[in-house]
């Protein structure tokens, strides 16, 4: 049987070589498409119609700063328990010296140029967990006796260490817990601020890089040893005067001030309702005279989908923007932008969703910046929302 | 074999670095049910889409099943299809190609002297390709529209002969196959979520094609025996297709099925008449004349405006110069030649979007086998669709269609000594 071999190379060459070199899309045609089957692009803009401004209880837990300080109104108090082992040979020695050192990390309205820190530590008897809130601090403590005052000589700045001395007797109370298994064994103190308005300083947390630590000297049989306390758990609470529901746009850190922006959507969810929306602006105008951020901290507000019309603090994790400054180098009437195209969405698609745009801190647990916005009431700053979406 | 081994290095890097079945065809795919394909095999498309009353052996009629009638041998083919297009809309222009399989079937007959036959076959019904950008909605806004998918044709065909020189026959087609219209908005700038809408549309349903051939008509206006003239008819049943429709929609929320529709797609009737005279088995001469009713057309109840009655003539011929081994290898070969011209079911902006199409074609032996017909064929297409006036697009089309075919004993009855 004879082929002929040359015939197949040449099909398959014609084959592989001619098939697909394709220049698309391409423009050409394409107003044969129905202008009805085109995506039209819409843009509109809503000013606020109402917002609120509240706070809450809430647990600040291990926040990745251990706050202490005040400045009016916030008070600021750190508590700090040890999860401590105590070698068995510590039961009988003599303690020489016990020192606390902690890593700031945080500072909000400290006066320029700093004044000295000074802060009380208080021993805390009632146990405590990360759990504990604002409201229920009372019932733990701390007790009212003062140990020690901190007087920090020195300007503080983002990882600066303070080191101060640490009552003994205290420590020989804690070994002795140890040493009797009968004992529940809590080692905790309370940092409270001593100064009035001397601003608020943040610590590292356990767990950090420079956790806070409790070194202890001591001496057996005539040779110095050593032991530090650097492992346990800290939270703060910051309360704050008075506790209020009020007109306006305010969020803060530590204690917890949220705001609720609302929109009405109902003017123009008609017309695009289950269009996409590509995206959605919030725009708030700041107040920076009321406002303060303190350094070592995110200058931003989250804004969350409101998850509730009666509970106030419940939030949509899923849905929510970032706002940062638009200008850094303005210093009156600063613009925050927020891209919130998701939470806007979901009001589009579920309109019994929209219960607002709940504001908070970005640190809302680790600080206590704060943040003031116009109002919807202002006529010329109140918060704008601009929507860009699309339809058929 | 140098040149050979050159020429595949070089195939290969040209096909490695071009975009294989890439958005490859013209925005009047949109419409409807896409472009409607006619195509009946390599030799009906190199002779101008015709064979409706060819009763060839050594080829499967796909276009008529009393065409079967005459088989001796069974026969088997596939076809790719290579299709270039030239897109004009007046302002701007550009070339898309793509390559694809075609069409695969496989004929044989059963009982000569009865005339009768089967074969299987798949082969496209209608096509949807199309990739097109609108840069015009808004500045920094881009909206591409993009389709693909299509009808396919598996169809069983059935031949038999009642009467000396009368043959009949149907073919049941089972029409199925989906599409895919997708859109997108895109804005240039960061922090804007792209528009994607998705319509995804699935049909399938059955359908007849009925067929006879006439043989006689030679005898009948006495003509020599070395001419040989048929004619043949076929009634396309048309179909009703049960049909889905899905819209997905992506939101930056989710990605929703924002609607379902199921309903029906009405496929109309048509029919088809067609001739062919046939000189000492050497030269064949067809022409066919092809109707639909595509005003009976309608997607979910609703026919649209854009899709109306269609038409189609065609002609073509074939030459063999020989059938002996012993003659040179060019006169072994198979010429065909063709046209057509199709007044497509398309009518947009009031006009009606025609084609004109010139076809040609060979077909070469494989084998120097007494006895073997397996041959490459080769058919090529080249037409115009439409105009660059009143805000149409003119399409040049080319397709190459390379096809493999052959024929055996398999399935043929014994003879009884």
């Known amino acids: 049987m004879k082929v002929y071999p040359n015939l197949f190379i040449i099909i ?233 529901l009020s007109a306006g746009i305010q969020t803060q850190g530590g204690i917890s001030v949220y705001s609720i922006v609302k929109f009405n959507l109902k003017p123009v969810s008609d017309s695009i309702n289950k269009v996409i929306v590509n995206n959605a602006t919030l725009l708030l105008t700041l107040k920076n005279s009321q406002s303060t951020i303190g350094f070592g901290a995110a200058d931003s507000v989250t804004a969350y989908l409101a998850g509730s019309a009666t509970q106030l603090d419940s939030v949509g994790a899923t849905y929510f923007g970032y706002g940062y400054r638009k200008d850094t180098t303005q210093k009156t009437n600063s613009v925050y932008t927020f891209n919130i195209t998701s939470l806007i969405q979901q009001w589009i698609n579920t309109p019994s969703t929209n219960f607002g745009a709940e504001l908070r801190e970005v640190d809302a647990t680790s600080t206590v910046n704060k943040h003031v916005f116009y109002s919807s009431k202002d006529s010329t700053y109140a918060p704008k929302l601009t929507i860009t979406y699309t339809r058929k | 074999m140098k040149t050979a081994k050159f020429l595949l290095l070089l195939a290969s890097v040209l096909g490695t670095s071009c975009r294989l079945f890439a958005g ?228 930056t929320t989710s990605k929703e099925t924002t609607d379902v529709i199921t309903g029906s797609t009405k496929i109309p009737l048509g029919y088809a008449l067609g001739l062919e005279y046939d000189v000492r088995d050497k030269i064949i001469l067809t022409g066919d004349a092809q109707f639909q009713q595509w005003s009976q057309f309608s997607y979910m109840g609703v026919h649209p405006s854009e899709i109306q009655n269609s038409m189609r003539f065609g002609v073509g011929a074939e030459f063999l110069p020989t059938r002996t081994l012993a003659e040179p290898y060019y006169r072994q070969v198979t010429y065909r030649a063709g046209g057509y011209v199709n007044e497509s079911y398309l009518k947009i902006n009031g006009e009606t979007i025609n084609e004109y199409f010139i076809t040609g074609g060979i077909g070469v032996p494989i084998f120097s086998t007494p006895g073997s017909e397996a041959r490459i064929n080769i058919g090529l297409e080249y037409g115009i669709r439409g105009t660059t006036s009143n805000g149409l697009e003119r399409d040049s089309i080319t397709r190459l269609t390379i096809s493999l075919s052959g024929s055996d004993t398999w399935f043929n009855p014994p003879e009884v000594q």
């Open chain 1, 12 to 244: 398959l060459f014609l084959v592989v070589s001619i098939s697909g070199c394709s220049q698309s899309p391409t423009s050409v045609g394409n107003k044969l498409i129905p202008g009805s089957s085109k995506y039209s692009v819409h843009d509109t803009t809503i000013v606020a119609v109402s917002d609120t401004t509240f706070k809450f209880s809430q647990i600040n837990g291990s926040s990745s700063s251990i706050l202490v300080g005040n400045y009016s109104p916030v008070n600021a108090t750190a508590l700090l328990l040890f999860l401590a082992t105590f070698p068995d040979s510590m039961a009988t020695v003599q303690i020489d010296t016990a020192e606390l050192t902690l890593s700031a990390d945080y500072g909000w309205n400290v006066p320029f140029p700093p004044t000295p820190a000074q802060f009380e530590i208080k021993e805390v008897l009632s146990s405590w967990s990360s759990t504990v809130t604002v409201d229920s601090v009372l019932s733990f403590g701390p007790t009212n006796s003062p140990l020690i005052t901190i007087t920090n000589q020195d300007t503080l700045s983002v990882g600066r260490t303070i080191t101060t001395q640490f009552d003994t007797s205290l420590v020989r109370k804690w070994i002795n817990i140890y040493t009797d298994t009968l004992l529940p064994r809590f080692f905790s103190i309370a940092l409270v601020p001593r100064t009035t308005n001397g601003g608020i300083w943040g610590f590292s947390q356990f767990g950090s890089g420079s956790p806070p630590n409790l070194e202890i000297i001591y001496e057996k049989n005539g040779v110095k040893d050593s032991v530090s306390l650097n492992v346990g758990q800290g939270t703060f609470f910051a309360t704050s005067n008075p506790l209020q």
């Open chain 2, 24 to 251: 490859d065809g013209s925005v009047y795919s949109s419409f409807g049910v896409g472009d409607i394909l006619t195509y009946a095999g390599n030799r009906s498309a190199a002779m101008g889409g015709t064979g409706v009353a060819s009763l060839t052996d050594g080829y499967i009629n796909e276009l008529n099943p009393a065409g079967l009638g005459q088989l001796t041998r069974t026969q088997y083919s596939g076809d790719f299809q290579y299709q270039g297009y030239g897109l004009n809309d007046g302002t701007a222009s550009t070339f898309l190609s793509s390559g694809n399989f075609q069409s695969a079937g496989i004929a044989f007959p059963v009982y000569s002297d009865y005339g009768i036959g089967f074969a299987f076959s798949i082969t496209p019904f209608s096509r949807r390709a199309y990739d097109a950008i609108d840069n015009e909605v808004s500045a920094g806004v881009i909206q591409t529209f993009s389709g693909s998918g299509g009808l396919s044709s598996a169809q069983f065909g059935f031949s038999f002969s009642p009467a000396e020189n009368l043959y009949f026959g149907v073919t049941t087609h089972y029409l199925f196959g989906n599409y895919d219209d997708v859109q997108q908005l895109e804005y240039d700038s960061v922090g804007y979520f792209t528009t994607n809408g998705d319509k995804n549309i699935s049909m399938n349903g059955f359908a007849f094609t009925f067929g006879g051939v006439f043989a006689g008509i030679d005898k009948a206006l006495g003509l020599s025996t070395e001419k040989h003239m048929n004619i043949g008819a076929t009634i396309f049943s048309g179909s009703t297709l049960n049909s889905t429709e899905q819209i997905y929609q992506d939101f």
